[in-house]
Structure formats: C-alpha cells, structure tokens
C-alpha cells in the first residue's frame, strides 16, 4: 500500500485516445452522477404517498435505509479496490443503482422497497468513493486532506439539496414522481457505456480474495441504525410509549446493540476493530458531529412548518432556496480548504466560525416567524445554515483523519456515521415535532390566539427559542473548551496549526 499511496497522479485505466486533461473531470462527473442518485428520493415522497398508498412515515424509513446504506461500505472499500478492477467496480455499481431505480417504480411491498433503498446507497458510495480514490492526487497534489476532504465534500454536500430539487422539478414540470426514476436510471446507464467505452481492465496489483469480511456485522450495526431511526420516525404514529409495537422496538434496539459489541469482541477481523472506540477524543467528536445535526435539523420540522402551515408557500417558491443551499454548502467548504492552507490555523476556531453561522440561523428565524414574511429575507439564513454545516462536517472529518491511521480511518467514519447519516437526524426531528405539538397543544389550552394559524406561529417561535437557547449555551461550552484546550482535535503524534 505504501507505493500505491506515493504514486504520482495516473489514470491509466482510461484508454491511450482519451485526453488526459479529460480524465479526472470524467471522475467528478461519475462522482456528482452517483450522489444524486438513490432508491427513492426525498423531494417525492407527497407524491409517491398518493401513488403506492403508503404512509409518510412508511416512506421516509425507507428513504432512511438508503441513508443508512450509503454510511455501511466504508471497512470494506478498500478491500473491493484491492480485489475488483476500477472498471468493474464502477460499472457494476452503476448497473446495481440503475436496477434499484428500476425496481422502486413497480414494487410496493414495504420490506423489500427498504432493501432496495439500503442497496442503492450501499452501492452509491461504493461508486463514489472509486471516483474520488483515483483523482485524489490530481485535487491534492501533496496528498493534503484539508484540501482533499473539503473539495470531495463540495460535490457530496451540494448533490444532498440537488437531488431534492431535481425530483421535484421533474414531478412538478412534468407531472409524475417516476420520472426522476427514469432520468438517474438513464444517468447510471450512460456511466456505464462511458466507463466500457473509455476505459480497460487495469490493475496495479494482483487481487486479493475478499475473506475476512464481517458481514453479519455489518448487517448487525445497520440494525441498531435502523432500529433507533424506527423508533424517532414512527414515535409520533404510535404514540410513543404507549404501543406495545413502538416498545417491542425499543426493546428490541439494546439487544441488537449487545449480539453486535460481543461480536466485535470475539472475532479477529471485525467490522469495527474494538481500538476504534479507545481514542479519548472519539466521543466529543461524535458530540460535535451530533451537535451540527441538532441545529441543522430545523428546517424539516420547524422551517417547513413555518414555510407551509403559516406561509401557505409551495413548490415554486420554495424551490429558489436551492441556489443558496448550493452555495452554502460549496463555499463552506471551500472556506475550509482556506482555513487550513493560506491562512494555516486550528480546526478548534473554525468549528467556532461554523458553529456561530449555524447559531445565526436560528436567531434570524426567531425573528422571522411572522405571516407576513418576505420570501427574500430566508435567503441569507439558508445560506448561512449550510455554509456552517459544511465547516463543521468537513473540519470534523479532517480531524477523524489527523486522529486515526490509514487500516481504521474508514471504520471511524462508519462510526460517525452512527450520528451523522440518519441516526441524529431522525433523532431530532423526532423530538423537534414532539415538542411542537406539545407546545401547539398547551398553547391551545391557555387561549392564546382564536385562530390556528396564530396558534401555529406562537408554538413555531417557542420552540426555535428553545433551540436558540440550547445553541448559546453549546457555543458558550465550545467557546470555554477553546480556551482550555487549544490544540483541541489535534493527535500528538501529528501537530497541526495552532
């Protein structure tokens, strides 16, 4: 591995006539193609609701198993690279999402919808981490990766509201959810023909025989995943508690926790080794990484209120926030690759400045709640929500990778993955919506307002307070961390700027 990681930049799969300089954009092109792609997509879900009789809930689980698919492969990447070529690891990828895409049009049976979507994604980033792998040294020549992370993140971080806004552009323009289906089906298939057409057999070693992989611990790990985000999608369906289904679930989610702890311990190549869980800083970087989904899931549960139930906006409105969701999440990171390279200071002051950005967002919509809300003012709290959340997600991941060595890096980004791909999302939005209907419900009983539209806009604006209370008090304990330790997030085998 260490002469394959000190290689100069070569794309030598790609066939003698194609041009060089047209190489890597090819791969970023591959790479952009295979995030926008899913199982089903989030911007169809009203849609795909009338057309399949399923519930929200039942959809949105199964928009989350594809979440959870894509966080999965990362302990098996490399092993994949060392045995299949980059031809057939793309293009078998592609086929596989392009049948997914396929399947999901016909099927409407709910358990075998939620495989499909847990394969689309398992797959999705196992094409797009073959992508970026083999241009890595043409983004960073030096193999920096506070320059490579954050450019890789731009793509992956601006595709999230692309793909939403692609769908409903589709569904909306030409008037059916299933043709977003068809164009990613469409898109995958030319990546095929491109990648067969451009492309030969290479390898820079001989394969190694894929043992040794612990896949019923990954099957294990997905469960608590799956488990936990069941619980937060369906609590206010089954009344929390008070389902004996809600609470067989609950019971349910530490037993699987433990078969997968004890497996972990007990064979000698597990899915996540036992020394991932041993680093000291481990935790607090879950707790940022859990602290950046708590603030950046306000706008499904309470923006989306905001924007529907007092605003009565719709589609051709709120799709023109897409542009600064893009733009956020880009420059954001692009913001970070300046953080680290020309001005060279520490990721404990930039995780402050995107914290401060994502704190900003939520002040600006405390005082935004009101029925005569012009469109144009959510522009500048969009764009400050994504531009912090991309500083915190890549500056995050920076600092797993000054922590960890190569052999367990990838296991301890499937184990933020724990928080960030879906687990904490659905967390909070889950306890976002609890408390907006409990605040609805007591704001009801005190008679505050004679309408519901009032009614609706006191209980918005209570709890985007709470949230605005809960985020000064986290920046203020960010602010004291800072000053106690300085070098926070830095391993002391390998310093980086003060």
Request: net charge positive.
């Amino acid at each position: 591995m260490a002469g394959w990681d000190n290689q100069k930049f070569a794309m030598p799969m790609f066939n003698s006539w194609v041009p060089e300089w047209l190489r890597p954009w090819l791969y970023v092109l591959f790479a952009l193609l295979f995030q926008l792609s899913g199982g089903i997509y989030f911007g169809n879900l009203q849609q795909m609701m009338g057309a399949t009789s399923l519930m929200r809930e039942d959809l949105q689980m199964v928009a989350m198993f594809g979440v959870v698919g894509v966080n999965m492969p990362f302990p098996f990447l490399f092993r994949f690279k060392l045995r299949f070529t980059n031809r057939q690891l793309l293009i078998n990828a592609a086929l596989v999402i392009a049948a997914c895409n396929v399947l999901c049009l016909y099927v409407t049976w709910l358990p075998a919808l939620c495989v499909l979507s847990y394969v689309a994604g398992f797959f999705k980033l196992c094409g797009t981490f073959e992508c970026f792998s083999n241009i890595r040294l043409w983004i960073s020549p030096k193999e920096d990766f506070g320059v490579f992370l954050p450019t890789m993140y731009i793509i992956i971080l601006a595709a999230m509201p692309a793909s939403g806004w692609a769908a409903q552009y589709l569904t909306a323009t030409l008037g059916s959810w299933q043709m977003v289906h068809w164009l990613m089906t469409a898109a995958m298939l030319t990546v095929v023909l491109l990648v067969y057409t451009l492309t030969h057999p290479w390898r820079f070693m001989r394969p190694l025989p894929l043992v040794s992989l612990d896949w019923l611990g990954c099957g294990l790990w997905s469960a608590v995943m799956l488990e936990v985000i069941w619980l937060f999608t369906y609590g206010e369906y089954y009344n929390w508690s008070d389902s004996a289904t809600w609470s067989a679930v609950l019971a349910c989610t530490p037993v699987t926790l433990a078969l997968a702890i004890n497996r972990m311990r007990r064979i000698r190549h597990p899915y996540i080794a036992p020394s991932v869980w041993h680093r000291p800083l481990l935790l607090p970087i879950l707790g940022m990484f859990f602290v950046a989904e708590l603030m950046n899931a306000t706008p499904h549960a309470l923006q989306n209120t905001l924007t529907g139930g007092i605003l009565h906006w719709g589609y051709t409105t709120t799709q023109q926030f897409y542009a600064f969701e893009l733009a956020g999440y880009a420059l954001g990171a692009a913001f970070t690759i300046f953080w680290h390279r020309p001005l060279r200071l520490g990721y404990t002051h930039l995780l402050t400045v995107g914290f401060l950005c994502l704190l900003a967002y939520q002040v600006l919509m405390y005082f935004y709640v009101s029925p005569s809300l012009n469109m144009e003012r959510l522009c500048l709290p969009t764009f400050l929500r994504t531009f912090g959340y991309a500083i915190f997600f890549s500056a995050l991941t920076i600092c797993l990778k000054n922590f960890y060595e190569f052999p367990i890096f990838f296991m301890a980004l499937t184990v933020s993955g724990f928080i960030r791909n879906g687990v904490a999302e659905s967390l909070c939005s889950g306890l976002y919506s609890y408390s907006l209907h409990r605040q609805i419900a007591d704001t009801l009983s005190r008679g505050l307002h004679p309408d519901f539209q009032g009614v609706l806009q006191v209980s918005v604006k209570e709890v985007w307070g709470a949230v605005c209370i809960i985020g000064t008090v986290l920046l203020l304990l960010l602010l004291l961390f800072s000053l106690l330790r300085s070098r926070l997030l830095t391993p002391h085998e390998k310093p980086v700027y003060p």
